[in-house]
T-cell receptor, first 113, second 115 residues
Framework: DAKTTQPNSMESNEEEPVHLPCNHS???????IHWYRQLPSQGPEYVIH???SNVNNRMASLAIAEDRKSSTLILHRATLRDAAVYYC??????????????FGTGTRLKVLA | GAGVSQSPSNKVTEKGKDVELRCDPI?????LYWYRQRLGQGLEFLIY????????KSGLPSDRFSAERTGESVSTLTIQRTQQEDSAVYLCASSLIKGGNQPQHFGDGTRLSIL
């Protein structure tokens, strides 16, 4: 089962910031928080990941709550190309030490022109 | 450079037939994953390969599903005696090394339709 909870959908206006929330109340001390996004008819694309501190890269920023039970992906200026399903994922250690990603249904972001 | 390549991009077959799906990972990536994505759903883990270690098959839904990988190269996912419930997009991903913090690079998937 997915260990994260996200809203099913969100809307944003073009060129405005977008804050995509994720709850992960059962996160363990060693779990990293990963975000991927999936554009229509494509495979998922890595966006960002973090452990405790806030993270920034060219695509987005990741704000992690102090208790690590929630996080927020921030797109600073949404564009039409950012319309996608955004997945917040915790790494899950499976059999033989496999690092598996348990994908939920994600948040479908709609960007309005 | 070249990303993860999957073939065919689309496959339509009759119920009861066997199908074979192919994944070419990024060169040098030791870890390879297969996922299934049903319409409107998230990704469902199927199987994981890491170098020459025994694969993690814990996500395979039935014994009709199997996968192989030779070394750190191409992988094939085989579904025998296909059922309509097998209709989905099958996604392959590879990553540089085993580890939760190496990004997974995904192909665009094979869309499988069982008539």
């Amino acid at each position: 089962d997915a260990k994260t909870t996200q809203p099913n959908s969100m809307e944003s206006n073009e060129e405005e910031p977008v804050h995509l929330p994720c709850n992960h109340s059962t996160i363990s001390g060693t779990d990293y928080i990963h975000w991927y996004r999936q554009l229509p008819s494509q495979g998922p694309e890595y966006v960002i990941h973090g452990l405790t501190s806030n993270v920034n890269n060219r695509m987005a920023s990741l704000a992690i709550a102090e208790d690590r039970k929630s996080s927020t992906l921030i797109l600073h200026r949404a564009t039409l190309r950012d319309a996608a399903v955004y997945y917040c994922i915790l790494r899950d250690v499976g059999t033989s030490g496999t690092y598996k990603y348990i994908f939920g249904t994600g948040t479908r972001l709609k960007v309005l022109a | 450079g070249a990303g993860v390549s999957q073939s065919p991009s689309n496959k339509v077959t009759e119920k009861g037939k066997d199908v074979e799906l192919r994944c070419d990972p990024i060169s040098g990536h030791t870890a390879l994953y297969w996922y299934r994505q049903r319409l409107g759903q998230g990704l469902e883990f199927l199987i994981y390969f890491q170098g020459n270690s025994a694969p993690d098959k814990s996500g395979l839904p039935s014994d009709r599903f199997s996968a192989e990988r030779t070394g750190e190269s191409v992988s094939t996912l085989t579904i025998q005696r296909t059922q309509q419930e097998d209709s989905a997009v099958y996604l392959c991903a590879s990553s540089l090394i085993k580890g939760g913090n190496q990004p997974q690079h995904f192909g665009d998937g094979t869309r499988l339709s069982i008539l």
